[in-house]
């Protein structure tokens, strides 16, 4: 039986001889949907008879899908004549095309094949009724990546939130106000902080040679890097008040960020303390029982789980070799091992990132550190991993702060419980729950604490 793990699962391009010059970024085109990768038990669920696609959980009104006709609930099959079988196959597809660039579809709605096309809607501009939203370059070798600074208006020098997103491919912007993490920012915009963010390569508006979904940890890192040294130059922020925000995975890169120049702090949200093959049992052992997932049942599907683990982040086997072994290919996703992926990102991220010493990474942060976690937080799987990161910030000469934020989830959402939250994310209607139930104690929280380490000064 194929089981799939969830860890925060929500959704090449132009080169230059040696590398991108600078320049305008092009504004990309925006699909206006939210999917998931077609699977037998999702067809099941629907009612879907066809075999391959991409299941379409949302489409936003007057978007470009919505231009063609499509609705929630279809199964998209291709897209400017390719087929798309995956998110990825999406993003690929859609990683070429711009503002104004024609795009066909074909789609089946009731299981009716359909065939349409329009002219790709632009991704709007971002805006924040008590900031000002400036868009940026960040330009290094082979990349030019979109940079988004927001800024309070009529205020002078703000100190700044360096927000670092998790793990998936997924653009940073955030148009709708709807959005959770809009209202984090907005939070942290009307009470004086500016907010910095920079894409990952290939994302939204980003030209890279690469995409996010084709790079390693490492490179990854040199684009935090690059993004890093980018505000340091920005002329309206107070560079000697800088917090960094870690969301997920974020929370990873934060401390590694900490060699460039020590931040006045470091707040990480859903993220973990220890190094990722080990979190990666918990997340075979422990995060099933938040589905209702038996222990026997765990203990069964670990007898594959556990080698796959040690077989992916220690030996390092690639897709190819793991598609040899018959009980890999029955329980995961071969597909994607075919082409080097898991859950949305390159074999070599997963497995550079199993290389870094993660406790060891925050053993060197001297600064101030807040680490929050969500009661509700499947994802992140307990508060064990935030308390262990406020630990061994103290024990080697910072200051370490743990706070568990009441009701809240991965995604800084508010649920009744953690089978409230695991419901949702099954059936659908997380999305919608979450428009109206913003956690706003992460924002109250976040704000407050990095107020008292500017006044301590």
């Given at each position: 039986m194929k089981r799939l793990i969830n860890i925060s699962l929500l959704a090449f391009l132009l080169v230059a001889q040696q590398g991108l010059e600078a320049q305008t970024l092009k504004r990309k085109g925006l699909l206006g949907i939210m999917m998931q990768t077609l699977t037998d038990s999702i067809a099941s669920q629907h009612n879907i008879k066809v075999d391959r696609g991409v299941h379409l959980t949302t489409v936003m009104p007057k978007s470009t899908f919505s231009?063609?006709?499509?609705?929630?609930?279809d199964v998209l099959t291709k897209l400017n004549g390719t087929s798309v079988s995956s998110i990825q196959d999406v993003l690929e597809v859609t990683s070429q095309l711009y503002e104004g660039d024609k795009i066909n579809a074909e789609y089946y709605s009731n299981n009716i094949k359909s065939n349409g096309s329009t002219t790709l809607k632009g991704r709007p501009i971002e805006t924040f009724e008590n900031g000002n939203v400036t868009y940026g370059e960040v330009?290094?070798?082979?990349?030019?990546?979109?940079?988004?600074?927001?800024?309070?208006?009529?205020?002078?020098?703000?100190?700044?939130v360096f927000f670092l997103q998790g793990y998936t491919c997924g653009s940073v912007e955030t148009v709708s106000n709807d959005n959770p993490m809009k209202k984090l920012m907005s939070d942290w915009v009307n009470a004086g902080f500016a907010v910095y963010r920079i894409e990952k390569p290939g994302v939204g508006d980003s030209q890279s040679k690469k995409h996010c979904s084709e790079i390693s940890f490492y490179e990854e890192l040199i684009a935090f890097k690059e993004g890093y040294k980018d505000l340091l130059q920005q002329k309206s922020i107070d560079a000697n008040n800088i917090f960094m925000f870690g969301h997920s995975m974020g929370g990873v890169i934060a401390p590694l960020l900490n060699e460039v120049k020590a931040p006045k702090g470091m707040l990480v949200y859903g993220t973990v303390g220890k190094n990722w093959y080990d979190y990666m049992i918990d997340l075979y052992t422990v995060q099933p029982k938040h589905f209702g997932v038996s222990d026997a049942q765990i203990k069964e599907d670990n007898k594959v789980n556990l080698k796959f683990n040690n077989d992916f982040l220690i030996k390092k086997l690639s897709g190819e070799e793991m598609l040899k072994n018959d009980a890999y290919v029955a329980f995961f996703n071969a597909e994607d091992f075919r082409r080097n992926q898991y859950i949305g990102r390159h074999f070599?991220?997963?497995?550079?990132?199993?290389?870094?010493?993660?406790p060891k990474a925050w053993s060197k942060v001297k600064t101030n550190v807040f680490a929050m976690h969500g009661e509700f937080d499947i994802q992140a799987i307990n508060p064990n991993g935030a308390k262990k990161i406020a630990e061994i910030v103290n024990d080697n000469g910072g200051e370490g702060d743990f706070i568990l934020i009441k009701n809240a989830d991965h995604g800084f959402v508010n649920f009744n419980s953690m089978q409230h939250n695991s419901e949702t994310l099954g059936n659908g209607s997380y999305m919608t729950h979450a428009r109206d139930n913003y956690a706003k104690l992460l924002g109250a929280e976040s704000v407050k604490w990095m107020q008292s380490k500017i006044k301590s000064k």
């Open positions: 231009n063609l006709g499509i609705k929630q609930g330009v290094y070798k082979d990349n030019v990546l979109r940079s988004i600074l927001v800024t309070p208006k009529h205020t002078r020098k703000a100190p700044v070599k991220f997963w497995q550079s990132l199993a290389a870094i010493n993660i």
